[in-house]
């Protein structure tokens, strides 16, 4: 079972009253658990380092195996597994799910924590709107030497009927009533206080800076979207597609400020390459799918929601399959290695040292005249299907030069933002025309099996005709599209 977890934490002293919350709700409670939670980790604690935790929890309501990853501030995503006989052993399902931070690194006990809570909910009628957690901890700490730390907290969390209106609301009751937003993200990170994952020593305001904070921030998506890839979570392998594009067209262009990255950019290109079968496979499904739904049933001949459906999302099944083999091979953990070091001690150019501003921006320059020499090499090409190859070139040249500007927007400003929507105006044109290619291309190879299989074929060609005109628009379409936007781009850089 999974869930989104998002709550409120408040450090309250031993004599803290809980606030009267009436007018909020219908109050009930407070009702008394006794909770008993043991938590693993590394030993070295690289889950608690990345903010996540990892228990095995008796007493309350939702007692068993509970995984929580962080998505955003206040905000995480819970796993549930039921309790297991054995209290030492974490189950298989859940220690899959954090492989990307083990590494084959053994999973061990590393702290207790004992929680009298009182409990206090808020309803309307029937519906639960928010829960109101006083908690007094004793938290004992495994290792070389056993520690033994006791605290209070009060935590208020969401339920399924309120909204975050509501919970803002609870919680300024609850700081008026002497409660102080706590600083940890969990009771185990108070515990523990881990150390955060190493980033390089780099001067404020320099490129070097600028860069390797983007480096970090793309491979902490990277890393957060691996759980959720191996659950086949909707959107899942998209995202983490991109968190690897951005890294690799990153590395590209900023080489002059991180330096010697031409292996890990390879190792980036083969996992994209390996998202990118099952992305693609559920993307031209539900293309399919799209257009089936909007023709006559009349026009709809033969088993093709068949073919263009279930057939096609069974070699997407496959492809997540060879995805899942791929994140759980030594080959996908050296590249995990390979992030952490570029973001930790990366190698640095002289490039690194010089002004954010000035270095950055002549890169991102730099990046769109890539853009407009692609698209010059490509017009001079006679023969049309060299051409259209070379066009390719160019959307990919845009796509580059649109995630360089986006690294840069929030550190140097100066058009970045403006520059980043331009690119990626020309990126989605040329998408539309490659994408209606290459729907072509799937639907004749479709329709061949089904005429082979003896099906009728009637309505694959209506659909290639459909395609086809969607991608003639979009070609008719460019010349103007190019022309408005290499005139903003000019008057912006």
Do not use: C
């Not at 209106?165 to 706590?182: E, F, N, Q």
């Not at 759980?227 to 597609?241: I, W």
């Not at 994408?435 to 089904?450: I, N, S």
């Not at 060609?461 to 190019?482: C, S, Y």
């Amino acid at each position: 079972m999974v869930g989104i977890e998002i709550e409120d934490k408040f450090d309250v002293s031993p004599e803290f009253t809980l606030p009267d919350l009436s007018g909020l709700g219908d109050v009930v409670g407070p009702k008394s658990h006794q909770l008993v939670a043991l938590y693993f980790d590394t030993a070295d604690l690289r889950l608690a380092a990345r903010g996540i935790t990892l228990r095995r929890r008796r007493g309350g309501d939702d007692a068993g195996w509970h995984l929580k990853l962080p998505k955003a501030k206040g905000v995480r995503q819970e796993i549930h597994h039921p309790l297991t006989r054995s209290a030492k052993i974490v189950p298989a399902e859940l220690a899959e799910l954090v492989r990307a931070y083990t590494r084959g690194a053994e999973l061990e006990l590393v702290a207790e924590l004992e929680t009298r809570r009182n409990v206090t909910v808020l309803l309307d009628g029937d519906t639960r709107l928010v829960e109101v957690a006083d908690d007094r901890v004793k938290g004992t700490v495994y290792g070389a030497e056993t520690t033994i730390v006791r605290w209070r907290e009060v935590e208020a969390e969401l339920l399924e009927g309120g909204t975050a209106k509501l919970l803002a609301k609870v919680g300024k009751r609850l700081r008026k009533a002497g409660a102080v937003p706590s600083q940890a993200t969990s009771k185990l990170a108070k515990l523990l206080e881990p150390a955060p994952p190493p980033t390089a020593p780099t001067e404020p305001g320099t490129a070097g800076e600028v860069v390797v904070a983007y480096l970090a921030s793309q491979v902490n998506a990277l890393l957060s979207q691996d759980p959720r890839v191996r659950r086949a979570e909707d959107d899942a392998v998209h995202q983490m597609r991109v968190a690897a594009r951005r890294l690799r067209s990153a590395l590209r262009a900023f080489k002059k400020v991180v330096t010697g990255t031409d292996h890990v950019q390879d190792e980036l290109r083969r996992l994209g390459t390996v998202l990118g079968e099952a992305r693609d496979l559920e993307v031209i499904r539900a293309r399919f799918a799209k257009l089936l739904d909007g023709l006559a049933p009349e026009l709809v001949a033969g088993p093709i929601r068949t073919r263009l459906g279930a057939d096609l999302h069974e070699r997407e099944q496959e492809a997540y399959g060879r995805i899942r083999e791929e994140l759980s091979g030594e080959r996908y953990y050296l590249l995990l290695d390979a992030l952490d070091q570029l973001v930790s001690a990366p190698s640095l150019g002289k490039a690194a040292a010089r002004p954010a501003r000035d270095e950055l921006r002549a890169i991102a320059v730099a990046g769109w005249e890539r853009v407009t020499k692609r698209y010059d090499a490509a017009q001079a090409i006679d023969d049309p299907e060299r051409r259209a190859l070379a066009m390719h070139d160019v959307r990919k040249a845009a796509k580059r030069a649109r995630y360089t500007a986006e690294a840069l927007k929030p550190s140097i400003g100066g058009g970045m933002g403006r520059l980043a929507k331009l690119a990626e105006g020309v990126q989605e044109i040329l998408g539309l025309h490659q994408d209606g290619v290459v729907a072509q291309e799937t639907l004749l190879q479709e329709a061949e099996r089904a005429r082979q299989a003896g099906e009728d074929t009637f309505t694959y060609g209506l659909l290639i005709g459909i395609e086809r005109g969607k991608a003639e628009r979009a070609d008719a379409e460019f010349p103007e599209v190019w022309a408005e936007t290499v005139k903003a781009v000019g008057k912006l850089l």
